[in-house]
């Protein structure tokens, strides 16, 4: 559980960090790193200006407009309640560090969430280095039944099971599916049912805004083309 425990604070819910050790939404990358420091980033990203600047990117940012057709509690705009941390991976863990965070609640018996499954598959294969899919499971399904369903259905996105559904329970939704978007600063930036028009949009929009995601796509080295 290090990666995704590492992510999270426990009094304000998840919780991802930003923009790793050089934090590029503030650091002048032209600057003399000899010159005086007071004016530049400390290159830590924890500084009062990197947070000041990290706050503002995400202030600004062009969030997807929250969903207004819920049938659970409208958390959007707010950190989740409580702390991922003690769920149990049934498959390889994953590191969310940096990447957007959906969380899908389902359950073996219910219908509508195995068909969304290769919906979320090929949102997690199509943003491999964005987006973190967990799935949650536990909704009166014994481990054993989920683990075995996992093995003989496997996907790209992480699975994990949940005993007690802590983080779902607060969200009081009358059904499942229920999947949530959460940007990397701990934000929900959308609820709602995967299969519903506004799920994929809202995950691409997500990724689109959100400022550590672009600061490290943009920080990729290039590709160098080779002439034969």
Same mark, same amino acid.
């Given at each position: 559980?290090?990666? !995704? ?12 960090? %930003? ?15 000899? /010159?005086?420091?007071? +004016?530049?980033?400390?290159? /830590? ?26 049938? /659970?509690?409208? !958390?959007?705009?707010?950190? !989740? ?11 390889? +863990? ?21 068909? /969304? +499954? ?96 672009? %600061?490290?796509? %943009? ?10």
């Amino acid at each position: 559980m290090s990666h !995704l425990i590492a992510m999270l604070i426990a009094s304000s819910g998840i919780a991802l960090t %930003t923009a790793g050790p050089n934090c590029a939404l503030c650091a002048d990358k032209g600057a003399d790193k000899s /010159a005086d420091k007071s +004016s530049m980033c400390c290159g /830590a990203g924890d500084c009062e200006g990197c947070q000041e600047k990290k706050a503002k990117a995400y202030e600004s940012a062009e969030w997807p407009a929250h969903n207004t057709d819920l049938y /659970a509690n409208d !958390l959007q705009g707010k950190p !989740l309640p409580v702390a991922l941390g003690t769920e149990t991976w049934l498959s390889d +863990s994953v590191d969310t560090e940096g990447k957007v965070v959906v969380l899908d609640f389902w359950a073996t018996w219910c219908p509508p969430c195995r068909a /969304a +499954s290769p919906i979320l598959d090929e949102l997690q294969k199509e943003n491999p280095d964005s987006l973190a899919v967990l799935a949650i499971a536990g909704q009166r399904d014994p481990q054993s039944d989920v683990q075995s369903y996992i093995d003989e259905h496997p996907v790209a996105y992480a699975n994990l099971y949940s005993d007690d559904q802590a983080v779902y329970n607060e969200f009081e939704s009358k059904g499942i599916p229920l999947v949530v978007v959460i940007s990397t600063d701990g934000i929900i930036r959308w609820i709602g049912n995967p299969h519903e028009e506004g799920f994929l949009p809202a995950v691409n929009k997500t990724i689109a805004a959100d400022p550590a995601v672009q %600061t490290r796509v %943009t920080a990729k080295p290039a590709a160098h083309s080779h002439d034969g």
